[in-house]
């Protein structure tokens, strides 16, 4: 029989208050707090940036990312082209499967994600510039 399957705001919070990230959605292979709902095609979560947050360079193989600003500021730069950009509250943005980025969050900053298809797939960069006055910079 179908039914509907529900995490309520308060399972949520509690998942999020000690963790900067929960699945909502998706098959994990790894534990988390959250009791999240089963879906091998599709991930979904959320992303709480307590303090400002770097995210190491990076690529995803077979995913793309879609995410939604629910709070706060990210900024995004391409690897491979330089661009930066910078979103903000109320901002949708996509991150297409093998694009090499990474990414710097103020205090704050929460945001909705997809990933489609679902899995693990992220892949760790070395580049050879040096990100380091990037990620102190605001």
Wanted: net charge neutral.
């Amino acid at each position: 029989m179908q039914h509907f399957e529900i995490l309520s705001e308060n399972e949520i919070k509690a998942a999020l208050h000690n963790s900067s990230r929960q699945y909502l959605a998706g098959e994990l292979a790894l534990p988390q707090m959250l009791n999240y709902i089963h879906d091998k095609d599709v991930e979904a979560g959320i992303t709480s940036y307590k303090k400002f947050t770097i995210e190491q360079p990076h690529r995803h193989l077979r995913t793309s990312e879609y995410m939604y600003m629910l709070s706060g500021e990210s900024i995004y730069l391409n690897l491979t082209t330089g661009e930066e950009h910078h979103l903000k509250q109320g901002d949708f943005f996509v991150i297409r499967k093998g694009i090499v980025y990474a990414q710097k969050s103020k205090a704050g900053t929460k945001i909705l994600f997809f990933k489609y298809p679902g899995g693990n797939d992220k892949v760790s960069v070395t580049t050879a510039q040096d990100l380091s006055s990037w990620y102190s910079a605001w």
